[in-house]
């Protein structure tokens, strides 16, 4: 509980109208997209660098903990304030896109953008922003460079720390950093901006973004590979990408996904489909983009293919991303909770992962539909429980934690995209030795001694 001495002080750093600690604001700042409750004992929206600053010299002064905080949907926990204090929310005043510079392909935001809104803005010039995570309509930068987020396009264009050019950003004793440069080349000095991207608010708060920008593609065409089985799909993924194919996305879904989708929401999709791939092309050139579906229907009939389809107008492209979009509502017909990962493994990997995966779920009794970004390794990977049994949810921890280790072995990670958080910190020891694991804490304790951002968060020492 915070004295109410510290919340005068902190109306008198932002202003009146911009500290709140009644019970509404409270509730509506206590989640994120993990549905876990933590309430903070203020919220507080900085107007601005200034402002993020003094707050942080005077909680850092007090030992009053602090989460930032974008949109609140992060997966894993980042954003909740499990160890109360103030929730510093980026999204009322400091929202702004303060630049795009078209000569040098540059775009200067603060972190409570929604990531949409630059992608809109860029597009309006010509240009491009890439990185569109699902929650792109209202996931903010500051949150997508804290989590490094992926998204859909990341197969060809990469994720956010390969547009994130430059960062300022304000550590717990109030000091003001600037990582970076507007420069494609920076080799000056440690690469601070990569230590803060992913970092989950734990070392300095965000205050400004500078975005690589990229000349926007003309065509784009939609392809789905209809497969037997899943462990086909998986060797056509890596196979046809070192054959030369470069999608911007290369989508993957199961017939447990399939089914679900065709039960829950009436989506129309081959009825025998062991597996799907489904993706975009793109190129500034139509034969570009031709040879591009050349290259996939090739490669993707060589491993088994029964079908491939190209969708030739914007409604059929349209039919394919709604089923893509909508993998994950679809699959609470097998069970009311969603033991939801994003491991990651290198793609030669994908058809044992997958197969153990499902090895697993059955050892457990569970049924474990999976989908995901298989162009870039990345697996969602669902253990479907009944969330009002504890012992099945006991269980369900289980067969993820041997997942983690399976995935581990095979040379992947914990997370994709979805960050460590609190949900996935009891499983850092099986990814991380312990002088990498000390290494995280020296870091830590670096930028912030007294721990007062985002404690707990991450598996760091406490
Ligand atoms: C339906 C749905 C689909 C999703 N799809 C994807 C996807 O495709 N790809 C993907 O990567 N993720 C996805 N996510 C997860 C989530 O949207 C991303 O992790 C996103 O980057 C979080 O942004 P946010 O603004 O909501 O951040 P929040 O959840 O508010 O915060 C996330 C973390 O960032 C920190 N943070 C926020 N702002 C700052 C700041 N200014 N300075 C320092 N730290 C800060 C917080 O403390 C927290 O640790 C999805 C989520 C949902 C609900």
Known sequence: MLEPKHIQTLKEIVGEENVYSDKAHLIAYSYDATRTR??????????????????????????????????????????????????????????????????????????????????????????????????????????????????????????????????????????????????????????????????????????????????????????????????????????????????????????????????????????????????????NVAEEVAFQLEILERSFRENGAQDFTIAHNAQERDTLWVARRNASPSITIFGSKKLNEDISVPRSMLPIALKKIYEIGDRYDFKVPCFGHAGDGNIHVNVMVDGSDAKQLELGEQAIEEIFEMVVELGGTLSGEHGIGTSKAPFMSIAFNPAELALFGAIKEAFDPNNILNPGKMGLPH
Not at 49 to 63: A, F, K, T
Not at 142 to 149: L, P, T
Not at 161 to 176: S, T
Not at 189 to 202: D, F, H, K, M, W
């Open 38 to 283: 933590f309430e903070p004992d203020a919220v507080v929206f900085p107007r601005h660098e200034e402002d993020v600053s003094r707050i942080l010299v005077y909680c850092n002064h007090h030992g009053i903990v602090i989460t930032p905080r974008g949109a609140g949907s992060g997966f894993t926990g980042g954003a909740l304030p499990t160890a109360g204090g103030i929730t510093l929310a980026m999204e009322k005043h400091m929202n702004k896109i303060l630049e795009i510079d078209m000569e040098n392909m540059v775009a200067v935001v603060q972190p409570g953008v929604v990531n949409m809104e630059l992608q809109k803005a860029a597009e309006a010039v010509g240009l491009f922003y890439p990185p569109d995570p699902a929650s792109e309509e209202y996931s903010t930068l500051g949150g997508n460079v804290s989590e490094n987020a992926g998204g859909m396009r990341a197969a060809k264009y990469g994720i956010t720390k390969d547009y994130v050019m430059a960062l300022r950003a304000v550590r717990p004793n109030g000091d003001i950093i600037r990582a970076g440069k507007r420069t494609i080349k920076d080799v000056a000095g440690y690469n601070i901006a990569g230590v803060l991207i992913a970092s989950e608010g734990t070392l300095a708060v965000t205050t400004e973004i500078t975005l690589k920008l990229i000349p926007k593609p003309k065509f784009t065409k939609a392809y789905m590979g209809v497969f037997p089985s899943v462990d086909d799909a998986m060797n056509a993924v890596f196979k046809s990408l070192s054959a030369g194919a470069n999608p911007v996305a290369m989508e993957f879904m199961d017939s447990l996904v399939v089914h679900a989708l065709k039960e829950k929401l009436g989506i129309e999709l081959p009825e025998d489909a062991g597996a799907l791939l489904i993706g975009d092309v793109d190129g």
